[in-house]
């Protein structure tokens, strides 16, 4: 205890200020001095004490091993540090942390020694009695030396581990500056205590503050030797061992910072670097300016502060100057400490000298330019240090398999936040491999939860299943194959709006499990199709190769649609490996980060520009709307061009810098003012050449947007490119519309291509059949020929040329003559027919199914046994006596041949064809199965092909068949090669097309996906002028690769504080810094950047939303303060919190809230009932889920037109009133990505009028961003868990909390009570208190109607809103005619009323039956229509007896009819008994018309001698024959029609012959001595020498289309085609003839030489007109320079300057504009020449009427006359009310009010008021029995009319 209070008072007698304050110390206790590392010992009290050691006590003397934390107050009480766990030799941060979480976790009060601690404060120091604030920690030894805790950054109220392990880490720091060389030490090695404590006393008393003081009188060199001298004692004086005051630090402030204004010797270089190590300059220099720089503080304060801080100033100079990367950190604190310093001194109004604001400036530049190389150096070396390992531009755009593997890891590097990047390759590299980690990863992801059953979440990817490819097709995109994919599982899904197989989109497909894969693109999406399971896929290249080793026919795959568009990846990936690295655009600013921005190349060249669109006249002369663009001087003022300060800054950065960087926060204008830039650009655009400019949006509304706002002012010459606008103004600019308007465009090159692609569809169709039937069929000789050895052709020929016909399928055993050439050895076994391609096969095709058992062939008796064997032929009955024995004879036979024991020789019998055909098929199958090919060696041997065995001719006809298909496979590989090179041309063609139409625009307007997608065309285009629009929201790669190399001006439009790009992969995002725009980059690396500052769009409540949390600061525009109220609410912005739990939605990760739903949706049905507009409201929510279920819960019909939309995609648009749904409450607290300051921005600031939202506040709390908005709402009061309502009406207020209080608080928008007014009807109004429809002129009254029918007495039935029109009240009426009695209307007439009464009639054939009354007996009908039909018929004027009677039909046949149909033959059912011609009976009834043509099936010999079953009218027609012609053609084929057909004259039979020209090709037979069919090339010379470019069967072209290099006749080198080389219309270079007036011709238009020179030559030249004035002319307008354009400097008579052209005539007509006062009072705007003469006011007049005191309604300068003003008086004869003119009278005014009189005759007519006389016109009714008997009769007004003339009461008006 006494050695704690002896320390105590030493450090107590040390700090003087610091007695009572509580310590955290770190004490050494007695004990034998602890031993070095290398077993030294080390000194305590007396003793010297040692250095060099590692640990940070060391540093100050003390032994790491033996180092305490004591937290005391100042008598010592608390608790040691090594109770805890503190061990000797570990690390002493890691120590202090972990003994400050057992204090904090230790509450109760403990005693120590024989004292106790009081407890219960929170932080751990209150524990034990000592004030957190003045918690110390001191490093000291047993005598008190050492260092404060407080001096490394410890602020009262914070967290005290975090504090002390912050402090260990500038000790840490300390120690390793202690061991420096240079460094000052308190105490030196091998220096005893007492030794040093000596030196410092001296020391001190040399250099003290008073000292310093009188140092500061002396010069700066004398002072620099001064403090050189004293480098120890200064050493303690910058690092002392307690708390520096304030007075020391400002006297040594002002000693060191007047030392530094001389030149710097190499001693004082060793000075600048302990005062860079020091406390003084780290911490407690930038800390007292901070102090001082308050503005409390300097009011106070006297100049002083000034010297101080320039003194500072000078001091940080010198010490960066000495270290300038060392000290940037150091140097950076003070002089933001001096810069919040100079701010309030220019906030109080005091005065700066400049030489300080010059030096803070300068030290500013050389700082950041210090972080900047240093940042640019640490980025080289972590670049220099992960090479990549391969190059980027070797990679596959398209994903691989190994890419797909789970274990596979990409080499990334992150994307540069701050700082340039070393080289512009490794900036391509880094943006390649991020864009295309992102496109892999999703698919990547979701194949391995697929691997490994996982459930797969809804974005992650689409896969199908049971994969089929069916088929490939030929289309001009190349080779496409249709893919059959199961949709038992899709049913679901809509196709018309779904995302899945969408155009240019990735798939893949796998037979295991992704092991392996293919890869395509969905290459046509026909949604008739998909709801098949039908997509049609171009596979690439490698997928290709991987198919045609496949059988497609039985392959059944998986395949997986990637999440990921690969469209917008596929281009912009192969945009950045085209890229060179030499020819990057704008590489100084991207790659470098440079912040000197250049003016654009173009303004460089002429820095003048016209404003006149701007100026909104274009007949302002030249001198006033051409500025110079880098004079901001000579602009138009702010007013002229209708901006705001902020805007304009913007529009002159855009236009004055080659890259200019706009950030627009919400509601500032950012599209106004780019329209504003794109509309001078433009102007200057078409002036200079620069045509086109191309505009990128990120989204398609924003791009329609801004592309309607150019086509305000470009009604011409516009291209949108892309098919998803809505906007129908731009339809007619759509490229896809101007395609169709260019004709032409399709060139020779074009067609033929088209062509060649259809034949080589038909050619790979054939190649495909046969490699299909390479196993079906057997091959004709013809087809196989040039695969066999020729001395085997040979044997096959001549026995083909003996025997007449194909003898090749019966050497196989499969023909109809196989008898005849069977082996030697005989045959074993029966075959049966085949496919063979003879001509028959077409045949059998046609014929299947309908043949029946055919007859035994015969053997043609000419045939000679060719082997002198007997055959003997099976009869048939013994080979098939029914259908059962052939069905077992052919398994018997394919049995056999698997076995290969007997191979089968001949065909006996045919049989029914369609159940033999795959019989067949499959023993064809089976043997080239079993049969091994001939090796080449043992075909040679064979010299008798006759003489082989069956077995040994099939494995010959193998070996022909494998050469055969090796032959088909390379042909299908040359043409398939054949068709990708011509679907380039096509496509080439077609590009061409567009490059056409885009290179004639003015504007192309684009998504950054399309500006992707065509980016060949960009890049051909190479536009000069680019602006974007929506730049943050938009990936970096996407807009560098819609650049280009001439690239002049790039303007990026944006705003990042809202949406950022949002990659697919989130890892990419946080990690690598994908997110990050090219727009967000630049800004964060100090390139110059304009931010609109003023916001037009929300009203300022709404604006505190985002200012100042998001945004520092935005002013409002005075319009948004004049928003009207929203209706029915008491407040404009609310927050509606609540803690309703949120919910997940199933298979997605998306939420959803059913209590925000609700109350959002009747919500907003309030609003509308308010009168509010569909379209005035937008609901806005955070997840898609939450968008589902508020669709669901929002009718169609009633919701119509209201915007439901999720945030990210609202982007850029506003409306009225904004209803935000937050959705996230959960017990996790997890606010998702509503943290995300972005989204948040978007989200509050898309409302101009009314803001509301509801959510978990106490959830978003947790969020910093969310806890000061949420705070502002509550002191704005608006932020409580009931929503405030008000009556319009009523104006009472009610609270409203869930969704359902609406129906109960304001039920029909207003409030509860009930609406209770009067209407016209007379009852009341049964809705609630309703804002809507007041004057009720839409309300329908459903009560029930109280009028009467006069005319009746009967009450109307209907309701009240309801025409009364009629009565239809049913009564009974006595029929006149019949006396019945009949329910009917009470308006109808019972003499037109059919009576319904049924009464008993007699007919005329004598049957009684019952009729309605009003049916009369007649005749029976005869019509036949009557008569026929079964059912009863009511004819229209007969009635018909319905009895059934037995009756002798005219027929003579007896059947039981109706009664009225007893004399109809027509009715009779019986057969027909008469005979045909043929002897056969009619099948037709008695009743039909025999035929002419018996049907009957007979057995029938044709002329032509075959026997058929036809019918027996067809038995003597030949063409009804279906037997196989057995003609032959005068080639030797058989005829391939049917006996019944016409023979062919030409022969189809594909045959390879030798043509005309020497080609070998597959021709029809027909066509083989024709020249015209060679595909072949041409072999020809042209008369030029070139080879022609036709085929062989072609005429040769005249004009020779190969591209040459030729001199034209204009003396220029093109590459034209060779026959336009003499053509100087072809020429492309730039035109250089010499004009007249000695110019070279620089032609207006394109300015090529082939187009024709213009007459005049717009050269620019200097004039110098008569009258003195020079002037820039173009040269063909010098006969206009006596027209001086500049204005005339004459003064008039008025003395007003003539405002004429200079040579213009003077006249003495001033048309100065200037206000004068008429006579009537009234100011007027005229000319000066006008003054003087008799002037007309046009304002309205000011009189009053007389006697009437209403206003004069007509125009100042005319009479007043009568008074005009209409006025509603009563007239006095029938009270009604009238409006009329003030000046009318009652007694001449004729009332028009509608009334209604009453005839004689009962009826009511409607009359105005003043036609009502004695008598009326005649009632018009139609049935009106007295209408002509009383069209004299005096009137009767009803009896109300006349009480009310009677009363003088109005009478009631219609």
């Known amino acids: 205890m006494m050695e704690e209070s002896h320390l105590q008072r030493s450090v107590d007698s040390g700090r003087g200020r610091s007695r009572g304050r509580g310590v955290i110390r770190v004490r050494e206790p007695r004990g034998p001095p602890p031993s070095r590392p290398d077993g030294t010992p080390e000194q305590d009290g007396n003793g010297s004490l040692t250095g060099g050691m590692q640990h940070p006590a060391d540093v100050h003397g003390i032994s790491s091993a033996d180092a305490q934390l004591r937290i005391t107050d100042g008598r010592g009480r608390g608790r040691h540090f090594r109770q805890w766990g503190y061990q000797p030799n570990r690390d002493l941060s890691r120590s202090f942390s972990q003994s400050v979480e057992h204090l904090e976790q230790d509450g109760t009060p403990e005693q120590d020694g024989n004292r106790s601690l009081t407890g219960g404060m929170q932080h751990p120091a209150g524990v034990h009695g000592i004030s957190s604030a003045d918690a110390q920690l001191r490093i000291t030894d047993g005598r008190g030396r050492g260092r404060h805790f407080r001096q490394w950054g410890y602020q009262p109220n914070r967290d005290l581990s975090r504090s002390i392990s912050q402090s260990v880490e500038h000790l840490e720091q300390d120690a390793v500056d202690w061991r420096r060389p240079n460094a000052s030490r308190p105490y030196q090695r091998g220096r005893s205590h007492s030794q040093s404590r000596a030196t410092m006393k001296n020391q001190d008393q040399s250099l003290n503050l008073n000292y310093l003081k009188g140092l500061q009188k002396t010069n700066a060199s004398e002072v620099q030797k001064t403090l050189v001298k004293f480098i120890p004692q200064l050493g303690e004086l910058l690092t002392p061992g307690m708390d520096m005051d304030e007075e020391m630090v400002t006297i040594l402030c002002l000693s060191l910072g007047h030392a530094c204004t001389t030149k710097s010797s190499e001693e004082w270089k060793k000075v600048l670097i302990m005062i860079r190590s020091s406390t003084f300059f780290r911490r407690y220099l930038p800390t007292s300016l901070a102090k001082v720089g308050c503005l409390s503080s300097i009011e106070q304060m006297s100049g002083g502060l000034l010297e101080m801080l320039h003194s500072s100033l000078l001091l940080g100079h010198a010490v960066f100057t000495a270290l300038p990367q060392a000290s940037a950190t150091e140097v950076s604190l003070l002089l933001t400490s001096a810069e919040s310093v100079l701010r309030s001194l220019k906030a109080v109004g005091e005065p700066i000298p400049s030489e300080t604001i010059s030096l803070a400036r300068d030290l500013s530049e050389k700082l950041v330019t210090a972080l900047f190389q240093m940042r640019k150096g640490r980025q080289q070396n972590m670049y220099k240090s992960k090479l990549p390992p391969d190059n980027f531009r070797h990679l596959s755009v398209v994903p691989s398999t190994e890419d797909l593997q789970y274990n596979t890891k990409s080499f990334l590097r992150k994307n540069v936040e701050e700082g340039c990047y070393p080289d512009a390759e490794t900036y391509l590299d880094v943006q390649f491999r991020l864009l295309r980690e992102d496109l892999v990863q999703p698919l990547r992801e979701g194949i391995r939860e697929l691997q490994n059953n996982e459930r797969q979440r809804q974005q992650s990817m689409y896969v199908y299943k049971n994969v089929q490819i069916t088929y490939c097709d030929i289309t001009k995109v190349g080779r496409v194959h249709n893919v059959q994919f199961e949709t038992c599982s899709l049913r679901h899904v809509c196709w018309d709006s779904s995302k899945r197989l969408i155009f240019g989109n990735l798939v893949s497909l796998s037979q295991d499990e992704f092991k392996s894969a293919i890869f395509g693109i969905v290459a046509e999406r026909d949604t008739s199709k998909l709801k098949e399971g039908k997509v049609t896929i171009k596979f690439f290249p490698d997928a290709l190769q991987e198919l045609s080793r496949m059988h497609l026919t039985r392959a059944v795959f998986l395949m997986v649609e990637s999440p990921s568009f690969f469209e917008a990846y596929r281009y912009v990936l192969e945009g950045l490996q085209e890229t060179r690295s030499e020819s990057l655009p704008f590489k100084s600013y991207i790659v470098d980060c440079s912040t000197d921005i250049r003016p654009p190349l173009y303004l460089a060249q002429h820095q003048e520009l016209d404003f006149s669109p701007l100026l909104g006249n274009k007949s302002l002369p030249l001198s006033k709307t051409m500025v110079k663009a880098l004079d901001s001087a000579t602009w138009p003022s702010e007013e002229k061009l209708c901006l705001d300060s902020s805007q304009m800054k913007a529009l002159q950065a855009a236009l004055t810098q080659e890259i200019a960087l706009i950030q627009g926060p919400p509601g500032t204008g950012k599209t106004y003012v780019g329209l504003k830039i794109a509309k001078i650009l433009l102007e200057e655009s078409l002036n200079r050449n620069l045509i086109p400019m191309l505009i990128v949006c990120y989204t398609n509304h924003a791009l329609d947007q801004f592309l309607e706002g150019i086509l305000k002012f470009c009604k011409d010459g516009l291209v949108r490119i892309g098919s998803r606008s809505e906007s129908e103004d731009l339809k007619k600019c759509m490229l896809s519309v101007l395609r169709r308007s260019i004709t032409g465009y399709r060139n020779d090159v074009y067609n033929k291509a088209v062509n060649d692609l259809q034949h080589l569809d038909k050619g790979l169709d054939s190649i495909e059949r046969n490699l299909m039937n390479l196993n079906k069929k057997v091959f004709a000789f013809s087809t196989l020929q040039e695969f066999i050895l020729s001395h085997q052709q040979i044997q096959i020929i001549e026995m083909n040329r003996m025997f007449n016909t194909c003898c090749f399928s019966d050497w196989l055993g499969l023909g109809s003559n196989s008898l005849w050439f069977m082996p030697p050895h005989g045959i074993d076994s029966v075959l049966t027919w085949c496919e063979v391609d003879d001509g028959h096969d077409e045949f059998l095709q046609r014929s299947e199914g309908t043949f029946e058992a055919i007859p035994l062939l015969e053997i043609p008796r000419s045939f000679p046994d060719l082997h002198n064997e007997t055959v003997q032929v099976l009869d048939e009955e013994e080979v098939l006596q029914n259908e059962e024995t052939a069905d077992h004879y052919f398994e018997d036979s394919i049995a056999k041949l698997q076995d290969f024991s007997e191979i089968p020789g001949t065909c006996y019998q045919q049989v029914k064809f369609e159940k033999n055909t795959r019989r067949v098929a499959e023993m064809v199958r089976v043997a080239l199965k079993k049969a091994n090919p001939l090796t080449l060696r043992e075909e040679y041997s064979v010299w008798n092909i006759w003489q082989m065995s069956y077995f040994d001719r099939w494995r010959l006809y193998s070996a022909w068949l494998t050469r055969f298909k090796d032959n088909l496979l390379q042909r299908r590989s040359m043409l398939e090669q054949r068709v990708e090179e011509t679907a380039a041309v096509i496509k080439t063609c077609n590009e061409e097309r567009d490059l056409f139409i885009l290179r004639g625009a003015k504007v192309i307007g684009m998504t950054t996906t399309g500006a992707a997608k065509h980016r060949n065309l960009l890049q051909q285009i190479k536009p000069r002028i680019i602006i974007v629009e929506e730049a943050a929201e938009i990936l970096e790669a996407h807009v560098f690769t819609a650049l280009n190399s001439e690239c002049q001006h790039l303007i990026l ?134 968008l589902l279920a508020l669709k669901k819960l929002m009718q169609r019909d009633f919701f119509k037109g209201v915007r439901v939309c999720v945030v990210d995609k609202y982007q850029g648009e506003e409306n009225d009133i904004v209803l935000l749904s937050l959705v996230r409450s959960n017990k996790e607290n997890c606010t998702g990505f509503l943290k995300i300051s972005n989204r948040i921005c978007v989200a509050l600031s898309r409302a101009k009028k009314g803001f509301y939202a509801i959510g978990n506040a106490k959830l978003l709390a947790s969020a910093p961003i969310w806890a000061g908005i949420l705070d502002g709402l509550r002191m704005q009061n608006c932020l409580k868990p009931s929503l405030p309502l008000q009556c319009q009406i009523h104006r009472s207020r009610a609270m409203i909390s869930k969704g359902s209080d609406f129906e109960q608080v304001a039920p029909d928008g207003g409030c509860s009570l009930p609406c209770d007014t009067r209407l016209e009807c007379g009852h009341v109004c049964t809705l609630c208190c309703h804002p809507f429809d007041r004057n009720h002129k839409r309300y329908r009254c459903y009560k029930p109607c109280q009028i009467i029918h006069e005319s009746c007495g009967h009450a109307c039935p209907k309701v009240c809103y309801v025409d009364c029109d009629v009565c239809t009240v049913m009564v009974d009426k006595t029929i006149p005619n019949c006396g019945h009695v009949q329910t009917m209307q009470c308006y109808f007439d019972p003499n037109l009323f059919k009576c319904q009464e049924y009464v008993q009639r007699i007919l005329p054939c004598g049957h009684e039956k019952q009729l309605l009354c009003y049916q009369n007996t007649f005749p029976i009908c005869s019509s036949v229509k009557c008569l026929q039909v079964e059912t009863p018929y009511l004819c229209e004027k007969y009635v018909h007896c319905e009895i059934q009677v037995d009756a002798t039909l005219p027929c003579g046949h007896q059947q039981n009819v109706k009664c009225y149909q007893k004399n109809c033959r027509e009715v009779c059912k019986w057969p027909c008994e008469q005979r045909l011609p043929c002897g056969h009976t009619c099948d037709k009834k008695c009743e039909q018309t025999c035929v002419v043509d018996c049907a009957v099936m007979v057995d029938a010999t044709l002329p032509c001698g075959h026997q058929q079953n036809v019918k027996c009218y067809q038995k003597n027609c030949r063409e009804v024959c279906k037997w196989p012609c057995e003609h032959h053609l005068p080639c030797g084929h058989a005829c391939d029609k049917e006996c019944g057909q016409t023979c062919v004259v030409d022969c189809a039979v594909m045959v390879d012959a030798t043509l005309p020209c020497g080609h070998k090709q597959e021709v029809m037979c027909y066509q083989k001595n024709s020249t015209d069919i060679c595909e072949w090339p041409c072999e020809r010379q042209l008369v030029c020498g070139h080879k022609c470019d036709k085929k062989c069967g072609q005429k040769c072209t005249e004009q020779c289309q190969h591209p040459i290099n030729a001199t034209l006749p204009c003396g220029h080198k093109e590459n034209v085609l060779c026959f336009q ?78 405002t004429l052209r200079c040579r213009q005539p003077c006249t003495n007509l001033c048309r100065i504009q200037k206000e004068v ?138």
């Open 1053 to 1186: 439009i944006g705003d990042h504080q809202q949406l950022r790009p949002n990659p697919m992969v989130y890892e990419l995002a946080k990690r690598y810094h994908l997110d990050l725009s090219l727009f967000e980059r630049m800004l964060k690396n100090n390139i110059p950047y304009v931010t609109l500052s003023t916001q037009h769009r929300m009203r300022p409540e709404i604006a505190t939303l985002i200012v100042p949390h998001i945004y520092k600061q935005l002013n409002n525009h005075p319009s948004v303060s004049k928003f009207e109220n929203i209706k029915g609410l008491t407040t404009n912005l609310f927050f509606v919190e609540h803690e309703e739990p949120e919910e997940g939605v199933e298979d997605t990760r998306s939420h959803n809230n059913p209590h925000e739903a609700r109350f959002v949706v009747e919500f907003c049905r309030y609003l509308l009932i308010q009168g509010y507009g569909p379209t005035q409201v937008t609901i806005l929510t955070t997840y898609t889920g939450q």
């Open 1621 to 1698: 080389q003499n053509n100087s219309e072809k020429c492309t270079s730039a035109c250089e003839k010499l004009l007249p007036c000695g110019h070279i011709c620089i032609c207006k238009g394109k300015g090529k030489c082939k187009d024709k020179c213009s007459p005049y030559c717009f050269e620019v030249v200097d004039f110098t007109l008569p009258c003195g004035h020079q002037m820039e002319l173009k040269c063909f307008m010098s006969q206009l320079k006596n027209n001086c354009p500049r204005p005339c400097s004459r003064i008039l008579s008025c003395g007003h300057q003539c």
């Open 1717 to 1854: 006062m008429l006579t009537c009072g009234h100011q007027k705007e005229i000319k000066c020449f006008e003054e003087g003469l008799p002037l007309k006011c046009f304002r309205p007049c000011m009189r009053l009427q007389k006697p009437c005191g209403h206003p004069c309604l007509k125009i100042c300068h005319d009479e007043c006359g009568d008074c005009t003003v209409e006025v509603t008086r009563i007239m006095p004869n029938c009270g009604h009310l009238q409006t009329m003119s003030c000046h009318q009278e009652l007694e001449l005014f004729d009332c028009k009010e509608e009334v209604v009189a009453t005839l004689p005759c009962n009826h009511q007519k409607i009359k105005l008021c003043h036609e009502m006389s004695d008598h009326l016109s005649p009632c018009d009714e139609i049935n009106c029995i007295v209408a002509t008997s009383v069209a004299s009769a005096p009137v009767i007004i009803n009896s109300e009319m006349q009480n009310g003339k009677e009363q003088g009461r109005s009478c009631e008006p219609l």
